[in-house]
């Protein structure tokens, strides 16, 4: 009896060893950055119940898993999916209902398209975005007037591609009470001979924002679903939003919950006081696929339109020196109250008398605090002995294709000295240690690819300049590749779960057509991205 009992274990033993374990999801047979911590990599993943349960080699995990469902890479490339440290998720849905106007190159074809448009969509009130007049052969601000013969009766408000600029013609002027004699703070009502020129920079812009009519609920959504949809098929499975109003947040939290947006949301709440009192007393809002616990404040402008605060007039334009668009009083006591909280702040800052003045409030307010991982986002123009307050745990978050779309005329606007202290990534990554990259769309295009290739070429499409700009703050592939997953997981407290393909973390992944870590870097802005995943769920597929 005894030596049957015995057999029977042998034999249940035996059977429990060669069971295999169940999996959702087998991937084998792929080219896998896992980005951990030594950027290890693998050829398989076993996912269940939408976590990485194992990552390894292909003939290991065949053994242990029995999948219900084997994606066969086929060699292809797999990554972690791609986080977008900074863009405009809402903006980007928003847009789709608006005239398109980038790469426009002249003002003449910012008109055609938009009357194209309206004779298509007949709105009762025209808005467009993406106009940048430095990529015009006439390189200056446009007016109204000819506006104002098209559309007489119909306002039109056309956003300039950095977002701090308006052109409106008389209609929308009318409408908003702005005259010749309205005053402008933080900003600019522009005008030539005493007349309004239809030119309206930075905090002067709200006026307009006021009597835009509100969207529909349905609308919003709308809008959100369409840029999901576009996101997903560039490969980015997190985007943290610049800037959002508790509205439109709360939409957010409802279709995921609803099932019906799948995409994650790190949602930087809008600064306002009304936003402000209502978030701080709620706290941090955290579900599998939204976080809210930063607010996004606005420093200064753009350099685009001068805007940019800084600390020495400008190069182009004597005795202007941009502008805040927050007060120095100001940025010091949000600063403060922000502090108090477990919130993180998060503040736009282009020129280099705006990143110093927010660098210093942050040091002020976080003194004895760590580990808050504030960011500036864009930290574009930085004053060298301003450099140091990104090695007390301050995060630069930068877009690198901004440095190859301005590398034209910036240096006109800083001039050949100031110019070495802008798009500083390498710098600023030695300082700080790590670097969040994002493309802040849709200001720029959204393909995570052209990030990528910009930060790393410092080229633009064409392959202009030929041993590209500034190359000594150009990054590698790798720091690229962790700048837009784990960095960026970092900036936002959500390492833990996302970033990495690694056990425990959640099954956000992406195959590509070429392996974007080896092809020829003028290759990288063509890549595919051929499947799309989000807790081991195909959110995108491109027919081949």
Known sequence: MKKIYLLFLVLAMTASCTKKKKADLLVVNANIYTVDSVFSKAAAMAVKDGKIQAVGKSEELIEKYEGKRVLDAKGKTILPGLVDAHC?????????????????????????RVVAFQNDKKKSFVFGRGWDQNDWEVKEFPVKDKLDELFPDIPVVLQRIDGHAYLVNQKALDLAGITKDTKASRGEIVMENGELTGLLIDNPMAMIDAVVPDLSREEQANALLEAQEICFGFGLTTVSDAGLDREVIELIDSLQQSGDLKMR???????????????????????????????????????????????????????????????????????????????????????????????????????????????????????GKDLDYFSQGIIPSVQPTHATS??????????????????????????????????????EKVSPFLTFYAAVARKDLDGYPKNGFQTKDALTREEVLKGMTIWAAFANFE??????????????????????????????????????????????????
């Open 88 to 112: 405009h998720f809402f903006g980007l849905g928003l847009n789709q209902q608006k005239v398109d106007l980038l790469d426009t190159k002249s003002y003449d074809e910012v008109l055609q």
């Open 265 to 383: 949301v790190y949602a930087m709440v809008s600064n306002s006081e009304e936003n402000l009192d209502y978030y701080l007393a709620k706290g941090i809002v955290k579900t599998d696929r939204l976080n809210v616990r930063s607010f996004k404040v606005y420093g200064d402008g753009a350099l685009g339109s001068r805007g940019a605060a800084l600390k020495e007039e400008y190069s182009d334009k004597h005795h202007h020196f941009g502008a805040l668009v927050t007060s120095v009083e100001d940025v010091y006591d949000i600063a403060d109250r922000i502090a108090a909280s477990e919130y993180q702040m998060n503040t736009h800052a282009i020129g280099d008398s705006a990143n110093a003045i927010v660098l210093k409030a942050y040091n002020s307010a976080l003194e004895g605090k760590p580990d808050r991982r504030w960011r500036i986002e864009h930290a574009q123009v930085i004053d």
């Open 406 to 443: 301005d590398m034209y005329w910036a240096e006109d606007r800083l001039g050949a000295d100031r110019i070495e202290g802008a798009y500083a990534y390498k710098t600023l990554l030695d300082k700080s240690g790590i670097i969040a990259l994002g493309t802040d769309f849709p200001v």
């Open 495 to 544: 390492e833990k779960e996302k970033g990495s393909l690694e056990p425990g973390k959640w099954a956000d992944f992406i195959v590509l057509d070429k392996d974007v870590m080896k092809v020829p870097i003028n290759e990288v802005p063509d890549i595919n991205v051929e499947h799309t995943y989000s807790a081991g769920e195909l959110m995108s597929e491109k027919n081949n």
